[in-house]
């Protein structure tokens, strides 16, 4: 069982606020990932990091940004959170020190931004 | 990454085996095949992985074709919590490599059991 948690589960916000979704995983792993998914649509990478302070944009463009000052803590913050923003937001983590180490995610994060 | 092509849909009696085909034609020498799958709401689970040879967990089976260009994931008993969609991805597993990890999902297959 995959020890990674996000928080909050749900999220509703008004347009301009600044939000922080969290993840952590007590697995001591080094690579975390974030990515994107509309409802009905594929997953889209917009973030990972490979260890404690390395940070990459990911595929898709994203206003986000990201920051990885412990290994087991991969916060995503939005500085001013617009409609288009509205999406579920998952947050995974992998091990470094092995080859073709699956991802595992977390539940999400829904945002609604109104 | 090598693209993969599977079909949108695939429907299953609860009981029986759930073959779900996947196409990665473009599929490169030090490329795996990874198999997760998706429950409404909740984020992918990893269900199994391989290079060319076959592989068995306690979730499913995977078939790799011997010249690698598609595969087929095997759930022997599909239950009707198994209803999810099913993603099958391409992907280097060199771990020195940027690209490792960086997994490209597509629209994957929608599995669905029914009684």
């Known amino acids: 069982e995959a020890d990674i948690y996000q928080t909050p589960r749900y999220l509703v916000i008004g347009t301009g606020k600044k939000i922080t979704l969290e993840c952590s995983q007590t697995?001591?792993?080094?690579?975390m990932y974030w990515y994107q998914q509309d409802p009905g649509m594929e997953l889209h990478l917009i973030h990972y990091s490979y260890g404690v302070n390395s940070t990459e944009k990911g595929d898709l463009s994203s206003e986000s940004t990201v920051s990885r000052i412990r290994t087991e803590h991969f916060p995503l913050t939005l500085e001013s959170a617009r409609p288009s923003h509205t999406s579920q937001y998952l947050c995974?983590?992998?091990?470094?020190?092995?080859?073709?180490?699956?991802?595992?995610f977390g539940n999400g994060t829904r945002l609604t931004v109104t | 990454d090598a693209k993969t092509t599977q079909p949108p849909s695939m429907d299953c009696a609860e009981g029986r085996a759930a073959n779900l085909p996947c196409n990665h034609s473009t599929i490169s020498g030090n490329e795996y095949v990874y198999w997760y799958r998706q429950i409404h709401s909740q984020g992918p689970q990893y269900i199994i992985h391989?290079?060319?040879n076959n592989e068995t967990n306690e979730m499913a089976s995977l078939i790799i074709t011997e010249d690698r260009k598609s595969s087929t994931l095997i759930l022997p008993h599909a239950t009707l919590r198994d209803t999810a969609v099913y993603y099958c991805?391409?992907?280097?597993?060199?771990?020195?490599?940027?690209?490792?990890?960086?997994?490209?999902f597509g629209q994957g297959t929608i599995l669905t059991v029914h009684p």
């Open positions: 391989g290079l060319k």
């Open positions: 697995m001591g792993h080094d690579k």
């Open positions: 991805i391409v992907s280097p597993a060199n771990a020195g490599g940027t690209s490792y990890g960086k997994l490209t």
């Open positions: 995974a983590s992998s091990e470094s020190g092995r080859a073709n180490s699956p991802l595992h």
